[in-house]
């Protein structure tokens, strides 16, 4: 079992001279314990498949969509055996839960985001059963997920690696991916399927060489739209590895860390006010605005159809607006506000905690930070940005 790793409530709205701090009230489980639970019950079960066991019908249940999968063929994994250039493990997510799939695996990995308890791991044995089981896994999955300044609660990460034509992983070179790293250093030992211009990324391509020197032939894996000489596509729910959920799966895992990160530090602060409670909460600040995100240099185009499915699920204001609306010329969103801040574990974090991170955002909408590192913010992404937190009521 996992330790709980409660995130706390606060007595008062204000920052100042607010009342005891009280534990986090009981809150609905994520969406995976809640499966699990109505299977043990007898309430439901999941039909099993020749070719790919749970899988479908897990997606289904979770609402994730098949339009989602990603393809990852590094050995970085606890199925790493199985998987190579010829059967890279597939994933695929939706705004909270995220799925792995390995075929000829043993079993199925879940990662789900509690609203306040922070990232809790599954497994599925992907064999028939008369009922199927939902595990909760701890051990098995700290090792990689280990989170520095996530107060023990598991992070979410997307490594790029250099991994060879076997899908081993040579030791030098590798990097956990943010929506600051530049395309030309994502994806290593994953396929990527759509176009990107003169723009050269690290996937579909495998590191010649060793430990001692090795290189990528970029040109070799650039706009790729069809995956099928490198694997047999037809054994996948879909037959891309789109480059724009990619993107989408790396940015949200990247401001879901630090919805933890801030709920850990805010409780920190309350227990030790020796640090600010704006240096706390300013990373969340910097993530949701996208401050630091590394432009694109060319458009971006994707695959099948992730993009609408996608954009479909925003919550909209008066005016149509979404903010999953996807930009993908310059950058990965129309709007200078990220689509999380409408998150269940945004909406859990403490109160004194969301009105540190929405205060500042208005400030700084506002002009009235001009700190170097918001001077790429425009006049009218400021506008917007106000517009758009009293459209959705996140500001008076």
Known sequence: MRPVHSFFLISSLGVAGFGAVLPQQSAEPDPVAKLAAEIKSGKSN?????????????????????????LVWSKTSLQG???????????????????????????????????????????????????????EEFERCIACHAGPGLGGSPRLLVRSVNADKLGYTLM???????????????????????????????????????DEGFTF???????????????????????????????????QMHVQNEIIRTATSVRRWLLDPSNTLAEACEPLVDALLGIGEAPLKE????????????????????????????????????????????SESFAALSQVARKQVLKRIVEIAEGKDSAARFASITASERAEILELLREFKLAP
């Not at 999941?46 to 969509?65: N, V």
């Open 46 to 70: 999941l039909a099993f498949d020749t070719k790919h066991g749970y899988l479908r019908a897990l997606l289904r249940e979770l609402k994730i969509p098949v339009s989602s999968q990603t």
């Open 81 to 135: 055996p199985k998987i190579n250039p010829r059967n890279p493990r597939a994933i695929y997510f939706n705004d909270h839960t995220y799925v792995g799939w390995v075929n000829g695996g043993e079993f199925l990995e879940i990662a789900s985001v509690h609203p306040t308890e922070g990232t809790v791991f599954y497994s599925i044995r992907n064999v028939k059963q008369p009922k199927v089981a939902i595990d």
């Open 172 to 210: 030098s070179g590798g990097r956990i991916v943010t929506p600051r790293t530049p395309i030309e250093q994502r994806w290593g030992g994953w396929y990527v399927s759509g176009t990107h211009g003169k723009v050269r990324h690290r996937g579909n391509s495998a590191a010649v060489g060793d």
């Open 217 to 251: 032939d970029v040109e070799l894996g650039a706009n790729k739209t069809d995956l099928s000489r490198y694997f047999d596509t037809s054994q996948y729910l879909s037959p891309h590895s789109d480059i724009v959920a990619l993107m989408v799966l790396e940015n």
């Open 299 to 342: 458009p971006v185009k994707g695959m099948g159809a992730f993009q609408r499915e996608y954009e479909s699920g925003g919550i909209k204001d008066s005016k149509g607006r979404s903010l999953r609306q996807l930009e993908l010329n310059t950058r990965l969103y129309r709007f200078r506000l990220n689509p999380m801040i409408h």
